[in-house]
């Protein structure tokens, strides 16, 4: 079973998701299984981390910008892709350095989560966008 999740950003955030993915799960009556979740954008990542304090992702975003700094960057010599923008290569690099597809155990139709764990879209770019994550659902045969 498959379905993409569409999440509209404004600018660098950490996007939770995990509601509408569990939503899903109930939906198609998941029972025991494997959840693959992947973006398809080359400039936003995808991310399970702690859902209990807001700081964590305030963090997160700002070691990304220490990495890869957003803004135009002529007088670094390397950065040549910017037909998109001076935000795009930097948001490619930290897509680089984030993870793109996810992972998640199902048991008994609920995903297998820690405690303070949710799953977050991360978006790279400054400007508004419209991210589509793919999602696929593998029942285990036999269970």
Known sequence: MNTTFTLRTHGPACHDFTRQVANWLAEIEAGEGL??????HTSAS???????????????????????????????????????????????????VLPVSLQIPVVRGRMRLGTWQGIYLVEHRTAPQTREVAALFLPMTGA
Do not use: C, F, Y
């Open 46 to 96: 995808l991310l399970i981390q702690e859902n209990a304090d807001p700081d964590v992702q305030v963090d997160l975003l700002g070691w990304l910008d220490r990495i890869a700094p957003p803004g135009d960057h002529p007088s670094m010599g390397w950065m040549r892709h910017t037909l998109e923008g001076p935000d795009d290569m930097p948001a490619h690099l930290k897509a680089a």
């Open 35 to 40: 959840l693959t979740l992947m973006v398809r």
